[in-house]
């Protein structure tokens, strides 16, 4: 199932695959019936504002740390999302405010915020927990990305997910960053590769010592594949043409981007 987010809102387009996704959702479509404030808490992109605005769609939805605006927004509006609801400087008038101008608040925050004031008036609280707990989320997310891909740069709907590690270090902001740019790299040619990396090292170069330091951005990448393709480091110094004692040489000096390669 799969809720298509409203414009302008985090990129998760809040899937319900995952059991605690799904519970969240049910939430979320309880509330859209009631007219009761609820915070709902979580790391970055893991659809808290997406479920905010299917609660109040037609609501406006303004920064915590907006100070002014959002105070002002609350004088003329009868419904509002508070996103960063934790970066406002001082909960106690915002919480005054909501109860002056009775106005029906959505607010989303961080999944450890807590402020003695926040139970005087959010009736409901719930966690979506990130997307590391949410396994069955991850690849759902994965085909609505690719998808998004086809849109945005044309071509098949076609994705390798062999050896796909998802990047889930900020939830679905990284992993549709990371499945946005292995979809453009998977039909990447030569001259196109060269020009990512001159664009790279332009603003970088400058020093006596250049050629060496940035060596690692083609022997990584091709440690990397060789071994996932050939399996050892023998069979992969063997293809290369180096000593065997090289290549170990070479990736214990890029340990930092080879962490387990010297394996056996």
């Known amino acids: 199932m799969e809720l298509v987010a409203a414009a302008a ?8 695959a995952s059991e605690a996704s799904s519970q969240a959702f049910k939430t979320a479509t309880l509330l859209k019936s009631l007219t009761i404030n609820a915070l709902i808490m979580g790391e970055n992109g893991v659809g808290k504002r997406t479920l905010a605005s299917f609660i109040l769609p037609n609501a406006t939805a303004i920064n915590g740390s907006n100070y002014e605006e959002l105070l002002q927004a609350m004088e003329s509006s009868n419904e509002i999302i508070i996103t960063d609801i934790d970066t406002f400087p001082n909960i106690k008038l915002l919480i005054d405010t909501i109860k002056t101008n009775k106005v029906r608040v959505i607010a ?6 807590s402020n003695e004031y926040l139970d005087d008036i959010f ?5 979506i927990p990130p997307l590391s707990a949410r396994e069955e989320d991850v690849q759902e997310l994965i085909e609505v990305f690719v998808k998004d ?10 994705f390798n997910i062999k050896d796909f590690k998802p990047d889930l270090s900020d939830n679905a902001n990284s992993l549709r960053r990371q499945v946005m740019i292995s979809y453009l790299l998977q039909d990447i040619d030569d001259k ?5 990396i001159e664009n790279y090292l332009f603003d970088k170069l400058g020093s006596n010592s250049d050629y060496r330091n940035y060596l690692y951005l083609y022997e990584v990448p ?3 594949a060789g071994l996932t393709k050939f399996k050892s480091q023998l069979q992969l110094s063997d293809r290369l043409g180096l000593n065997r004692n090289t290549l170990r040489k070479k990736i214990s000096d890029n340990k930092e981007y080879l962490q ?3 394996d056996e």
């Open 9 to 16: 809102v985090d990129v998760t387009n809040f899937v319900t």
């Open 108 to 113: 989303t925050s961080k999944q450890s915020f």
């Open 123 to 127: 009736s409901v609280k719930f966690d």
């Open 149 to 158: 891909a086809v849109k945005l740069f044309g071509g098949e709907n076609k």
């Open 192 to 196: 196109e590769l060269m020009d990512i």
């Open 222 to 224: 091709l440690i990397r």
């Open 260 to 262: 387990g390669e010297n």
